[in-house]
């Protein structure tokens, strides 16, 4: 992000923040600082994907599931699909 983006993004929130009452300011700086300490969970999506690695241990080469893959394709048998 580019600095007069930033600052122009930072005016923005200040002109937001400005007719706020001192209370609600500081509640906010309260919550900004406590966002800032606390350490980054992880999301539970973000977990789904972490057992799947090697998880397909059938022994066959990728080559060859392609191979499989594409000659079991039923439709579209007119198409001619070229590798890369």
Do not use: H, Q
Not at 15 to 34: C, E, F, V
Not at 45 to 60: A, T
């Amino acid at each position: 992000m580019k600095t007069s983006t930033v600052d122009n993004n930072v005016g923005w929130y200040v002109r937001l923040l400005l007719p706020l009452s001192r209370k609600m300011k500081l509640d906010i700086i309260n919550r900004l600082t406590a966002s800032m300490l606390t350490k980054k969970k992880k999301k539970k999506n973000e977990k789904v994907f972490d057992g799947l690695n090697n998880s397909w241990c059938d022994e066959v080469s990728a080559e060859e599931e392609i191979k499989s893959i594409r000659n079991a394709r039923t439709s579209n048998t007119t198409r001619l699909i070229e590798d890369f």
